[in-house]
RNA sequence: GGAGGCGUCGCAUAGUCUGGUCUAGUGCGCCCGCCUGCUAAGCGGGUUGAGGUCUCAAAGCCUCUCGAGGGUUCAAAUCCCUCCGCCUCCGCCA
């Protein structure tokens, strides 16, 4: 949600912004003359309402004095009683239309508001998907070539270490599911370690959340919009599963209001994501990639939105910190406008080296929300001088284990199909160096 | 799943039975000022959030806000209904 003043005093700035995203910047106009009606709305309703107030305050101390009146000021006092009563009543059918009034426009203004995303940071670069700017390179790419042999896919190396399996997922569950299994599992388990000693060195407070929310926690994190057809909904009890920690980490906070000097808050949460993923079908289908349910380990920042951009390079920098100790070689994109999604400002992309499909692969993802999500999950923070203002909100991805276990078994491969170990996880698989097939 | 109790402006509490004098009182905490070698005490004032209006801005004025949403009424913290949360007891259960 945007702050209804700078639509109003800045909607060359909104419509730009809508323009750059490849959204209708039309939307400004509808939502600029809704605002408008809905001011008049108000105004006219808190008139008629106050003088509403003032009468019924003389309805009480009127009555009284009847009460106590004698038999000559009777009639008098009564007429006068019943004159106040009679306006009141016909006040009170003008205040109830005032006010349904109101109430329809301001509906109709929140619908419009939904279709106005975040404001694009200007450092974004401008244009569709493919319109992205590559930031940095870490690492080289294995030439298995040179190397004697031909690599194994994910699925491939994760069959032969007993570590994935998808037969069975399927059999049990259906198409995008897995099992993880033997030194799968402890690989996850390793993984999820090593990340979380990372962050707590970093000073981020560990974080199990519900995976199951209500419909307000959901609609606030603006997962029921776009994306909603991608939600697993629980008809039965009204509750959805979440795709991402997010979620939860967001609501965490909704409707506080935190001290600065608590600010930022960092968290990073684990837990499992669920995901439809309608409308790729036929994208992905082998291996593990693309499933719709996995675990992940998920960052999430609360800042002085003056912090944000300077948070959102921290959480960068986690991020390729946990890639970097894996040893995978990974670029990071700047992501064009066009792409962002409709709470980020700007989001950087970390993508992963996957050699069996000779390209990069988003493993991880880091947004800068700023106000957007929190004016909607009115979560606020009170600055030193007292005043009252939303805070910002980032998230970053630090582990999504389907896609990082696919990138490490595929680089970290030998000619048999073994798997080394990177250094820094081996304390965590017990100081194993290898994982190789069962026998 | 069943029965009962509770939810008030940071915290604690009054008000709800019996609707209007609640423009929500009081204590604590916090902030400002006075007083004072300093500190404490004492004295005075302030202290929810949102929206609207006015304004360069502020002050001011108005409306809403007593867990949430509806209803009754000229008028709701107060009466009625639904929902949510917490507590106690019973049942079932990892």
Redesign the pocket.
């Known amino acids: 949600m945007l ?3 700078t639509v109003r005093t800045e909607p060359d700035a909104v419509r730009a912004s809508q323009t750059a995203r490849g959204a209708d910047p039309t939307v400004v106009d509808r939502y600029l003359d809704l ?2 009606s ?3 709305a ?2 006219a ?3 008629l ?13 009127a ?2 004095a009847l009460k106590r009146a004698d038999a000559a000021d009777r009639d008098q006092l009564q007429r006068e009683v019943d004159a ?3 306006e ?2 016909g ?2 059918d003008e ?2 239309a005032a006010e349904a009034r109101s ?1 329809a426009l301001q509906s109709e203004l929140d619908e419009v508001a939904l279709d106005l995303d975040n404001l694009v940071d200007p450092a974004a670069p401008v244009g569709g998907e493919e319109d992205f700017t590559v930031i940095t390179e870490v690492g080289e790419a294995r030439d298995f070539a040179a190397e004697g042999f031909e690599p194994r896919d994910h699925l491939e190396l994760g069959s032969r270490l007993r570590a994935i399996d998808v037969e069975r997922g399927a059999k049990v569950s259906g198409s995008r599911f897995f099992y993880l299994t033997g030194d799968g599992a402890l690989l996850e388990l390793a993984l999820l370690n090593l990340a979380m000693s990372l962050a707590t060195r970093n000073g981020l407070t560990p974080v199990i959340p519900p995976a199951l929310v ?1 419909p307000a926690a959901m609609a606030a994190t603006g997962f029921l919009g776009q994306a909603a057809e991608n939600v697993y909904h629980l008809q039965d009890d009204d509750m959805y599963l979440v795709g991402t920690a997010e979620v939860p980490l967001a609501g965490y906070h909704a409707d506080e ?1 935190l001290p600065a000097e608590d600010l930022p808050l960092h968290y990073v949460g684990f837990s499992p994501c669920f995901r439809r993923e309608a409308g790729s079908h036929g994208k992905d289908t082998r291996g593990i990639i693309r499933v719709h349910q996995f675990d992940k380990v998920e960052m999430f920042t609360y800042c002085d939105p003056a912090d944000a951009v300077a948070e959102h390079d921290r959480l960068l920098s986690w991020e390729r910190e946990f890639l970097d100790q894996l040893e995978i070689p990974y670029r990071v994109i700047d992501v064009a406008t066009g792409d962002l999604g409709a709470s980020a400002a700007r989001k950087f992309d970390i993508e992963a080296w996957i050699p069996t499909q000779g390209r990069y692969r988003e493993v991880t993802s880091t947004s800068n929300c700023t106000t957007f999500q929190s004016r909607r999950l009115n979560t ?1 923070f ?1 600055a030193a001088d ?4 939303p805070v910002a909100t980032l998230n970053g991805t630090l582990v999504a284990m389907p896609r990082v276990i696919v990138a490490l078994l595929e680089n970290h491969q030998d000619a048999n199909g073994d798997v080394r170990v990177p250094a820094a996880l081996q304390p965590f698989l017990g100081g194993r160096e290898w994982l190789r097939a069962p026998q």
Do not use: C, H, W, Y
């Open positions: 702050d209804p003043r605002d408008r809905r001011r008049e108000i105004a309703f808190e008139e309402r106050a003088r509403q107030k003032q009468l019924g305050r003389r309805i009480g101390p009555q009284g106040l009563l009679s009141a009543a006040l009170a205040v109830k109430a209500n209001i606020r009170r007292g005043t009252v203002a």
